[in-house]
Every structure is written in structure tokens, then in C-alpha cells.
């Protein structure tokens, strides 16, 4: 921490753009469901009940590659059978978007409940009918999959807790009893043995051409910052590319400073004030913080200092986070470094310094108080420390950064040489142009990694430990 911090003007880096990946191979989804029975077999049971809704969404897509849009969608998974997706009405001319169901290994049926109020239904099974044909019984041991599990911590009988709709776990348990439907959402979330908790090469490569979309996105809006005009306005700099968002676009400044995680409202962008803007689609999320101005003199007095008394002790602080993030490293680290370099009363870092991250912007977490889970090769790590002061506001420096051991890069840089040249080159700047110390399981998946901006109005000045 006895680095000096230097803020300097320099260009950003030109390091390109990402194509769009096709869809998941046949073999990747079949992969996917191996895994998962692998699970099941371990846990004794018998099927996975997977629910999803336009926002809970990302288990479902990892094993099938379908969102549902409009509704919601089940998906009915035993040890041998094909697989069977439950749709309404209007999902069902989206299964094309599905590789298994396009190669005839994801079977559907139309449920019509699952629609839109007031649509027909008058076509469909019951669902204790649908279920029974799918082998559940009285006999059965099904792990329902939604987003979210619980633990002792929450309920004494967490097991039992379930997210999903009740009429969905109401008819399980009116056929298989009552403890013998369980939570099983950590099968695909939990930070050190979740499927979706490590990465494959092909999601490494999705994960990166989204970060790259989001983060030439915030680059264009930075470039183009300016005052006098509606903060929905300015957002359309992010360039939006109609790529679907996991969290909502989000700007705070004049208008609704008092608001956690607005979204625009019409309100003028003034200098002399802060702000907060991110854009996240799938599989990204792009944050950063500062104030609309060109230097510190357009600071209101209570934050004078703010470059030295803030930015650059959070940009340190960034720093010893980065040199940490090692194959090995327990969670708990994080959160103790976080609360000795950024004190809680000046920096009040509340939430995990760090987090998973998929196609939903938070999967979990390994970074907890006391975590002994550890750091893996193929975690997908959000660098999300987010420090609030009532007279400086905040900074940030949030992008996504993939941890991947010699073998993962080998992987990578042989199926996709595009993606890891970006990465080493992203690595390059970074090290040589910031003044990080990075280890070399880090791969920066952000076309921005490791910039911090803290005057909107002028992007080109950037905080760097070398001179």
C-alpha cells in the first residue's frame, strides 16, 4: 500500500472488438446435463424440477440454451429420459433458439398456466398429470432449481425452503411427500462446487464478447460526457446493441442522487455533481463512479481532496485485491484486505468486495466474512468493491475478470486465439501501463479493466501507479 498513485493523461486502450459466438454446441449442452446427473446420482435423486422466468433465467439457459420471454418455463430433467421443457403459449416458437431442441434431445409440451393472464388454456395437461408421466411419484427424490438456496444461517429446515412457485412445489409434494422435495438451486450456484460457478472455454468467450460490448459502451459514454443535457440523453452513448441486459441500465445524478440503483429520469446532467452509471447485459456488468467534472476545482468543498483521499486509497486497495486473486486464495482474504485498507467508517463497504457472475449478473459468492471457500480456475469474478462517503460519493473501477489456471489458457488460446490475444493484451496494459501485479491466472475480460476516471469531463485523466 505505499505505492505512489499518479493521475495522468493518457489514451485508452484500442483493443477491439469481439465477434458474436454461435450457439453452444450439441455436445457442450449434453455436457452440461452429464454433469448435472452426475450430481443428481451423488444426492439420490431422481429428477430436477428447473424454473425459470425472464429474469431467473440462467440455470434453465445453461442447460438448454432457452430463455423464456413473456412467461415462464419448466424444465423436467430424470437420469436417462430426454429432457422435457414445459412452455406457454408463446414460448413455444422460441425453442428454436435451443441447439437440444433443434438436434431433437430436448422434448416440449405446451403448459399453457405458464402464459399470460387471460391467453387460452384450454389445451393442456394438468400439471400432476404431466408429472406423474415423467416418472414422479410418490417413490421420487426431486431437487427443484430456481435462483436462490438457502442455509442454517436463514432456516433450520433450509432443504425444505423453496423459491419456486408454490403451485409447482404444492403439486411435487401432493405426489412425493413432503421431504421429498428439496432445494437444489446450489447444484448450479454455489461458489466452489456450482456447475455454472466455473467456466468453460466457450463461456469464457461469450462472457468476453459481452464484456467488450459493455465496455466500449461505457468508453463511448465517457468520451461523450457532457453537461446540460437529460441523463436519457446521454445514456444513449452506451450505444445499446440490443443484446439482452441483466440488470437495468443505470445513471444517478442530479435528480436521484437519494435513489439506490436508479435508472434514468429525465434529469439534467449538471458539473459539479456526482455520478454513478452502468450498463450489464448478459453476462457482464460495466460500472463506474465519479464526478461530472473536469478537475477537482469543480468540486463542491467537502470533497476537495478526493483524488488522494479516496480514489487513489480505493485504487490501491484495487490493486492488493488484484495481486490476491490467486488459485488457492480463500475467500475470507478478500473481505479482511477490503476491511483494513478500506476502513468501514470512511469507505463503507457493505456488500461482498467481489462476486460471481454468469449470464445473471450475481451467481454468488466465495468473498463472505470468514469464507474458507476457495479461489478456482474458472471462476468468472465480478471486481465489485463498492465504497459510499457522504462527502466524496464513491469511484469505482467494476469489470469482469476470468481466473484460469495453465491449463484453462491452453484451452482458450488454442479453441479461441482471438479472445486470449485480447486478454494478454488487456494483461499488457494493465501491468505495464497502470503499474498492476498481476498473477497469471487473471484474465481481464473488459476492454477497460483497471481504469478509474474520476472527473467524467475529462476521460483522458486516469489514476496509474506509474508516472
Not at 414460448?91 to 438436434?103: Q, R
Not at 399470460?116 to 421420487?140: A, C, F, H
Request: aromatic share 12%.
Amino acid at each position: 500500500m505505499n505505492k505512489q498513485v499518479f493521475l495522468k493523461e493518457m489514451d485508452w486502450p484500442e483493443i477491439g472488438v469481439a465477434a458474436p459466438l454461435p450457439a453452444p454446441s450439441v455436445e457442450e449442452m449434453e455436457s452440461r446435463i452429464v454433469k448435472c446427473r452426475h450430481i443428481m446420482k451423488e444426492r439420490n435423486l431422481t429428477h430436477l424440477v428447473v424454473f425459470g422466468d425472464k429474469e431467473h433465467f440462467a440455470n434453465l439457459m445453461y442447460l438448454t440454451h432457452f430463455d423464456p420471454r413473456f412467461e415462464d418455463a419448466v424444465l423436467i430433467l430424470n437420469q436417462t429420459d430426454t429432457p422435457l421443457i414445459l412452455v406457454g403459449n408463446e414460448c413455444v416458437s422460441h425453442l428454436t433458439v435451443s441447439p437440444l431442441y433443434n438436434a431433437k434431445r430436448l422434448r416440449y409440451e405446451r403448459y399453457q398456466p405458464l402464459s399470460l393472464l387471460g391467453q387460452p388454456r384450454n389445451e393442456s395437461r394438468s400439471l400432476d398429470t404431466i408429472l406423474k408421466s415423467e416418472g414422479i411419484s410418490k417413490t421420487s427424490n426431486v431437487g427443484c432449481i430456481g435462483w436462490k438456496y438457502f442455509t442454517e444461517e436463514e432456516f433450520s429446515d433450509y432443504q425444505f425452503r423453496i423459491e419456486i412457485p408454490a403451485y409447482i412445489v404444492d403439486t411435487l409434494r401432493s405426489i412425493c411427500g413432503h421431504s421429498n422435495v428439496v432445494n437444489a438451486s446450489d447444484i448450479f450456484m454455489a461458489p466452489s462446487y456450482g456447475l455454472r460457478a466455473k467456466c468453460s472455454p466457450y463461456e469464457i468467450a461469450v462472457f468476453e464478447f459481452s464484456n467488450v460490448m459493455a465496455s466500449e459502451g461505457m468508453k463511448n459514454l465517457l468520451k461523450n460526457f457532457r453537461t446540460g443535457v437529460i441523463d436519457y440523453e446521454l445514456v444513449k452513448e452506451y450505444q445499446y446493441t440490443g443484446y439482452p441486459l441483466n440488470c437495468h441500465i443505470g445513471i444517478k445524478s442530479s435528480g436521484n442522487q437519494h435513489i439506490g440503483l436508479s435508472s434514468p429520469v429525465g434529469a439534467v446532467i449538471r458539473k459539479g455533481d456526482p455520478c454513478s452509471t452502468n450498463i450489464g447485459y448478459w453476462g457482464s456488468n460495466i460500472c463506474r463512479a465519479g464526478w461530472v467534472a473536469e478537475s477537482e476545482d469543480d468540486l463542491p468543498e467537502k470533497a476537495k481532496g478526493y483524488v488522494d483521499n479516496y480514489v487513489a486509497v480505493y485504487f490501491k486497495a484495487c490493486a492488493k485485491w488484484f495481486e490476491s486473486m490467486r488459485i488457492g486464495t480463500k475467500g475470507k482474504v478478500f473481505r479482511e484486505l477490503i476491511d483494513e485498507y478500506l476502513p468501514f467508517e470512511k469507505f463503507a463497504v457493505f456488500l461482498n468486495p467481489g462476486h460471481l457472475i454468469h449470464m445473471d449478473e450475481w451467481l454468488s459468492t466465495p468473498i463472505y466474512t470468514g469464507s474458507d471457500e476457495e479461489i478456482q480456475s474458472g471462476m468468472y469474478m465480478q471486481v465489485d468493491i463498492i465504497v459510499r462517503s457522504p462527502n466524496y460519493f464513491s469511484t469505482r473501477m467494476e469489470d469482469g475478470i476470468v481466473i484460469a489456471d495453465s491449463e484453462l489458457r491452453s484451452q482458450l488460446k488454442e479453441q479461441y486465439p482471438d479472445v486470449y490475444k485480447r486478454c494478454m493484451t488487456r494483461r499488457e496494459f494493465m501491468i505495464n501501463q497502470l503499474g498492476f501485479t498481476l498473477p497469471e491466472e487473471i484474465l481481464p475480460l473488459s476492454n477497460i479493466a483497471g481504469i478509474i476516471a474520476p472527473f467524467f469531463l475529462n476521460y483522458k485523466k486516469i489514476l496509474s501507479f506509474k508516472p
